[in-house]
């Protein structure tokens, strides 16, 4: 019965039959490992089909849907981060053996007649085919390393001669990155070029059956054998051991996603994937960038590729043979020189590792926020470019770094501006309370650098009442009988600010602070004079205000060191509530949008997502 | 065996083929050629299918196993539930006389990667009847269209293909393979009806959770 099955389809396909005579090919000196390369090209090749169309059916390619398909893939579907993974790196894999191919072609002349137009087929078609669908892969997770080192191509391609700001347009769907970049490379990268890929491949194996290698010495005439079974085993033991270094990069190196792309972020780490690094390198020689982009990008390149591609006729030379080996170890060692160079010279380029520092800070941030919020639809970098976690330090760093230090904000050594304001590492914490209170001039020392127009220097903080009254009553304050009511001032201050990193406040204490702002009374003797004596002040869940004393130069203390109280006092120091007359900090109302003086004020008010501060969010909104 | 192989193959390099029958034999034939050994012929082919095989299906079992995602990995269609119930409104709200109300169920719909926050997630129809709530899903359990309460006949209608059931839910006529779809409610403390809002598998006469 099977029998009758198979003899009948065998008559009518011929299946068999021609999968037989492929198996039976006679190899020239019998298995040899270093044939098994075109085979593992092929092999990966199709792993990237198998693995691609899988991801394609779970990738979204849009500016807000990209990054944030990738993230799913690769955070929460079963299995995703492996299939990736192997996707990702059997890209890198095909590079190393493309490669190796070529220097195994030209290292044993398998170019020579009649092979040469396989030659030109995979130098010419293949090669470039596959140098372009890794380079369109690189930029659809849609991150800022793929987003910025793809740019690097499709310029480069724009400086290609007559036609090429017209094919960057083309391939970009119009003058920036958006929608149709993602949508019309994704079409190139899963359609177009794998489909031509395949049948230039298949193209390629015909005609090498149509013109196989011929035994050169009665050697490898006697040694003959057919590909079945042991060039085959050879060949789908390197696919396997192809296979296992994947899996196993995948699983322990994995695919990193750096933060989703966005234009208005500058990238200075941008970097092609490793196998153009060589170029990004060459690129930046002095004497290359004279003769223009074009000139070392697309001629030398090209250059290169057009003598490869003639090698079955040069090789035709007496010295040609030698030539050719010689210009393929020098153009690949020209390459490991330069990827070498470049690898190290970002390794010791403080900037560059400063702006791969940030990139990773930023993805580990929009990762942690989409897992636990989930992302809007707006897309995962609105989750960024809302959080005060990494937005004010970079706002700090423009707006308020040259009068302000920060611990936060790491400062090249050189490069440390004259602080003349007080560091705001610690700002409204239970420790500026204190030091408010008792070391004010210490606190605000910075503030001696302040120079008003004329140059002379501005001494209204230092020389001012607070700094008087600090030093006044700063011994009856550290006395250890006192320690207690310090201590409660310190806690009814720190609790107006509601701030849920400064939580819980003493409810005991806050009460006695409050007393002490009022009165003034201690344990032993009494304030010079009361809080409410110069400062407004209307404590939480109150319903009167203790004080009111705006526009005397002392700052209004209602959620001092809350979000509300900064976000006021970096908008308009000079308002009547806060230091009126008395301030010497530049007003930030007219130079930063309302969204960006909230970001910083959040951010220094620790009024940001946290994991156990969104524990503890939902216990109570549960309750 | 292997002798007639052997001899098989001799023939098959002349006219390859025609002589080898199709199953098994022609790779061990072929694989005969090769070495003078046929046994380890064998362990090399083996080898060869072995790890061809294995190198090919990795890439294919990882690929199904993410294709086969929403098989085995249960995403709630939305967030925001107390223990899968969601609030709809007071039971004081509910007509006295046990009439349905139609109530609209909000909280934040979950798409994939995305969180639609305060979305439309379904609509119920609650009852009161003497402080009981009953709760029935609006979605017909026919063929899934919604169904909608008739203040004439006391009863619910289907639009679509014309199932009816009563007030209490019961099909009335042959249409839907069963009544309409009752949810768990409570409430609170602060006579707050609150929801477990499901969806279920449609068509069927028993009520199995999707």
């Known amino acids: 019965m099977w029998r009758q099955l198979t003899s009948w389809v065998e008559e009518r396909t011929g299946a068999s039959a021609f999968f037989h005579r492929w198996l039976e090919l006679p190899i020239p000196g019998g298995p040899r490992w270093r044939h098994t390369f075109t085979t593992a090209i092929a092999f990966t090749f199709a792993c990237q089909c198998i693995t691609g169309f899988f991801l394609w059916a779970v990738y979204s390619p849009s500016v807000q849907t990209a990054w944030e398909s990738v993230f799913f893939i690769e955070h929460k579907m079963i299995g995703g981060w492996l299939l990736r993974g192997l996707h990702h790196f059997a890209a890198h894999a095909m590079m190393i053996l493309l490669g190796l191919t070529l220097l195994q072609i030209v290292i044993y002349r398998a170019y020579r007649s009649p092979r040469e137009v396989n030659h030109l087929l995979g130098v010419l078609l293949i090669l470039p085919i596959i140098m372009v669908l890794s380079q369109t892969g690189y930029l659809l997770p849609w991150d800022q390393r793929g987003f910025y080192g793809t740019q690097v191509a499709t310029t480069i391609a724009g400086s290609a001669p007559v036609v090429g700001p017209e094919v960057q347009l083309v391939a970009q769907g119009g003058g920036e990155y958006g929608h149709h970049t993602l949508t019309r490379l994704f079409a190139l990268h899963a359609g177009l070029l794998p489909a031509l890929l395949a049948v230039l491949m298949i193209i390629y194996a015909c005609w090498a059956r149509r013109n196989p290698r011929v035994a050169e010495t009665p050697e490898e005439e006697a040694a003959t054998a057919p590909y079945w079974p042991g060039q085959a085993a050879r060949d789908a033991i390197v696919c396997l051991a192809v296979m296992t270094t994947i899996v196993l990069l995948a699983t322990f190196m994995g695919v990193e996603t750096t933060a989703p792309a966005d234009p208005s972020e500058e990238f200075p780490a941008a970097r092609p994937e490793w196998y153009f690094l060589f170029l990004f390198r060459f690129l930046k020689f002095h004497i290359v960038e004279q003769f223009g982009l074009a000139f070392g990008a697309i001629h030398v390149p090209g250059m290169i590729i057009t003598i490869i591609a003639l090698m079955p006729w040069i090789g035709r030379w007496k010295l040609g043979h030698a030539f050719n080996v010689a210009f393929v170890l020098g153009v690949f060692g020209g390459i490991g020189y330069l990827t070498a160079l470049a690898m190290y010279e970002d390794a010791k380029n403080p900037i560059h590792q400063a702006s791969l520092k940030q990139a990773h800070a930023d993805a580990e941030r929009v990762k942690e926020l989409a897992l636990a919020k989930g992302i809007p639809v707006e897309g995962a970098l609105s989750l960024l470019k809302n959080d005060p976690l990494a937005q004010g330090p970079r706002l700090f760093t423009a707006n308020c770094l040259g009068c302000h230090a920060h611990s936060a904000i790491p400062v090249v050594e050189h490069q440390i501006p004259t602080y003349s304001a007080p560091d705001l590492s610690e700002f409204g914490s239970r420790d500026w309370m204190k030091r408010a209170l008792v070391d004010f001039s210490e606190l605000f020392a910075p503030t001696a650098n302040l120079k008003d127009e004329s140059g002379e220097p501005v001494r209204s903080l230092l020389e001012g009442e607070m700094a008087g009254w600090s030093s006044e009553n700063r011994d009856a304050l550290l006395e250890p009988e006192n320690a207690k009511h310090l201590a409660a001032l310190v806690e009814f201050m720190v609790a107006q600010s509601g701030r849920s990193d400064l939580a819980p406040f003493d409810e005991e204490l806050v009460k006695l602070g409050r007393q002490i702002f009022e009165n003034g009374e201690l344990a032993m003797g009494a304030l010079s004079s009361n809080c409410i004596d110069c400062h407004s002040m209307h404590a939480v869940d109150e319903a009167m205000p203790l004080s009111e004393n705006e526009g005397t130069g002392a700052p209004t203390l209602t959620g001092y060191g809350g979000v509300k109280w900064l976000t006021g006092m970096i908008a308009s120091p000079e308002a009547p509530s806060y230091y009126a007359d008395g301030n010497c900090m530049p007003s930030f109302y007219s130079q930063l949008s309302a969204e960006q003086i909230s970001l910083i004020a959040r951010w220094m008010a620790g009024d940001y997502w946290r994991e156990a501060a969104e524990q503890s969010d939902s216990q109570t909104a549960t309750h | ?210």
């Open chain 2, 1 to 210: 065996m292997s002798a007639t192989s052997s001899v098989q193959t001799a023939t098959a390099h002349a006219a390859p083929l025609e002589s080898v029958s199709a199953e098994s034999a022609p790779i061990e034939a072929v694989a005969a050629t090769s070495s003078a050994v046929p046994r380890r012929s064998a362990v090399v082919a083996l080898a060869a299918a072995g790890s061809a095989l294995v190198a090919i299906l990795t890439p294919v079992v990882s690929g199904a196993t993410v294709f086969l995602d929403p098989v085995f990995r249960k995403q709630s269609a939305f967030r925001g539930a107390k223990e899968g119930f969601l609030p709809a409104i007071p039971v004081a709200d509910l007509p006295s006389d046990g009439s349905p109300r139609l109530v609209t169920l909000i909280a934040d719909r979950v798409d994939a990667w995305n969180v639609f926050v305060h979305q439309a997630i379904g609509k119920v129809y609650l009852r009161q009847i003497e402080g009981q709530v009953i709760a029935f899903n609006n979605i017909c359990p026919h063929l899934g269209c919604k169904v909608t309460y008739r203040h004439d006949g006391n009863d619910f209608l289907c639009p679509c293909h014309g199932a009816v059931f009563g007030a209490d839910g019961a099909c009335t006529n042959e249409i839907a393979p069963r009544g309409m779809d009752v949810l768990e409610t409570r409430v609170d403390e602060n006579g707050l009806v609150w929801v477990k809002y499901q969806n279920f598998r449609r068509g069927t006469a028993e009520k199995v959770a999707v």
